[in-house]
């Protein structure tokens, strides 16, 4: 199970990457930045890291304004 922003539990799957996450979620704004178990995943690499079992993974959305 992956807990995501501290209250939504996905399923598992072995190889689930970032993007597969984000994916899954909905989530498609451009702006957004994620930690698993609180290490900052550079966007380049979210195609790329696999995520664990049991991990904790939070999605920001970032704002700017002017």
């Known amino acids: 199970m992956i807990l995501v922003n501290n209250r939504d539990r ?8 970032v993007q597969d996450l984000l994916d899954k979620m909905g989530y498609s704004y451009s702006l957004i930045t994620v930690t698993v178990n609180g290490t900052l995943v550079p966007k380049e690499e979210y195609d790329y890291f696999v995520i664990k079992d049991n991990s904790s993974v939070n999605v920001f959305h970032l704002a700017h304004g002017g």
């Open 10 to 17: 996905v399923p598992y799957t072995q190889g689930m990457t």
